[in-house]
DNA sequence: TATTTAATATACCTGATTGCTATGAAGCTC
DNA sequence: GAGCTTCATAGCAATCAGGTATATTAAATA
């Protein structure tokens, strides 16, 4: 016997409600329209569905058992409206995004955090790569976002870019190195130190290499790699050594009071931080709103950067 | 957002089949409909529900949550139409049965039983009473049938009546007892035991009283009363007490070897055993067929009592 | 790469169903 | 029994769901 959903629905209603009228008003129904379904149902099914004659109107047992099924579909139905809701809002749904290591580690994973505080049904499914590795997972549907450096993109390659930070990488060092106390720093002492080396493939690391060119070397002191963010700053807390690192995540780690960027020029490079998605990609309110505050914390932090650097020559 | 309830069920087949032809096949649909189905949906939504041009129909997180929640509904659906066709066939439902004490606990518990072999899914309340009560119940809706002697019913009580016994009271005593030894009973020798009386109210009660007076008695000498048929069996097999019994339930007992009749007649009550419901009754298929049992079950016992009867007959 | 094949989308039509308003019938309350 | 509330019925308009036929697209194969 196949029933229509939707009257056992409206069966529901007017079971919860112990009554055709509110049942139909709980519904946004008039009366006569749930009144014909239910006359509609008993005459299919040949079995009444309340017991007539009683006022506060009083199911039989198995309109109260068919009741039960339609009260399972009723909340099924407003559960999947809200859940609707929610997604357009960009209250829900997932949020898959990749991106290079140190910048997810150092600045994306709190501005997740900050994100999910207002949209606690978003789930954040994170990845790391390099470019190449990123675009291909946007191509393949893999990923939602990317994070990262990027110099150039071709055209039609139906990625679109938004800068969120210029490029910009010093040498960071902990604090009480001993370069820092030094009145002038010429470039070529860098290279007295230990370096601890980014991980290879990364932008950085190529950002090192052309350091170490324009120091007129050819190659710097590596004493330690394929560490993670963390591995590189615990060990850079620990010793005299260098590191490139981008400015933003130096600066990201400024309360700490533990490492700091050498007062130093470098080359910085053609390349900036900025988001890739897909330009024909489905619009994912929940993506849309992740991308919206990510761009935003970066905004922020740009200010922040700028202020803070104002604040530093003014203390000068 | 508002959605229909339908449109979230073909979604869920389609998901779960894996695409739309096939899942379209599972409801009994055809494909075309299904596939409008989901383009409106996703129309409505503003967002797409399936990733495009990918042949192994991949859902979206959208498409795949409001699935589940489809599937649910589902799930709900399969289950009140399985529900409809067991209430039809008298599969499912519940059967409210009242009854007086002495048949009900001796014969009709074990009827139920055998019942419910048959229809495991048909749940048994039964309760205890005499006619007026049991009629007032009937005609309340607190049970759909009652099983009691009785002797006359008024036309137009709305109620029906069908025979299940004749009705027939006999002596029960021990089988021990010294009145089984005698080669000729005398009636009058019944009041020289103790008495069991039958529950107050009951129509055994009244069948005590009127056999006592055509003994020639005003009352016999009541022992124990107020027992159930437990009670009283159990009395009965430790003394040589007497007590009025339906001569069924004397039967039911034979295979215990305990408890038997007097060989003597007593006059038997103008009422027979029967099934009580309302004429009007709504046809509930659980009750038709509890009913259906019970009858077949009686005559079946007829049938076993006439048999016995002569095969008793046949020893002589 | 061209061709075939399977699956999905679209167009169009019909009948059923839903929703409404208006109104009659039936219970409950006092 | 009067008045009130609630349910049932009738009639009507609009929508929608389902069907068949067909175009389009993507996958598979040569």
Avoid at 27 to 46: D, H, N
Wanted: positive net charge; glycine residues 8%.
């Amino acid at each position: 016997m196949k029933l229509d959903e939707r009257h056992l629905i409206q069966l529901a209603a007017v079971v919860q409600a112990g009554g055709v009228t509110e049942g139909a008003a709980m519904l946004g129904l008039t009366q006569p329209a749930v009144s014909r379904t239910l006359a509609m149902l008993e005459k299919r099914l040949g079995e009444p569905l309340f017991v007539k004659g009683r006022r506060p109107l009083q199911p039989t047992p198995l309109g109260r058992a068919l009741a039960d099924h339609g009260q399972a579909m009723l909340v099924a139905a407003r559960k999947a409206s809200s859940l609707v809701d929610g997604f357009r809002h960009g209250r829900t749904g997932v949020v898959r995004v990749g991106g290079t290591p140190f910048f997810m580690d150092a600045l994306i994973s709190g501005m997740i955090a900050e994100f999910q505080n207002a949209a606690p049904d978003v789930r954040i499914e994170q990845s790391y790569g390099y470019l190449p590795d990123l675009r291909a997972a946007i191509d393949a549907d893999r990923i939602d976002l990317a994070i990262c450096p990027i110099d150039v993109l071709d055209e039609g390659s139906g990625m679109r870019f938004q800068e969120l930070l210029p490029g910009r990488n010093v040498v960071a060092c902990r604090v009480t190195h001993p370069l820092l106390l030094k009145r002038k720093l010429a470039p070529a002492e860098l290279l007295d130190y230990p370096w601890i080396a980014p991980p290879s493939g990364s932008p950085l690391f190529a950002d090192l290499h052309s350091l170490v060119l324009s120091l007129g070397a050819t190659e710097a002191k590596i004493r330690y790699s394929g560490g993670s963010l963390v591995s590189a700053i615990n060990y850079l807390k620990a010793s005299d050594a260098l590191t490139i690192l981008p400015h933003s995540v130096v600066f990201a780690y400024r309360n700490d009071k533990s490492i700091t960027a050498l007062p130093v020029n470098i080359p910085h490079p053609e390349r900036a931080l900025g988001l890739l998605r897909r330009t024909e990609e489905i619009r994912v309110p929940a993506v849309e709103a992740f991308c919206a505050h990510i761009r935003k914390s970066f905004e922020d932090l740009r200010h922040l950067i700028k202020r803070h650097e104002q604040a530093v020559i003014w203390s000068l």
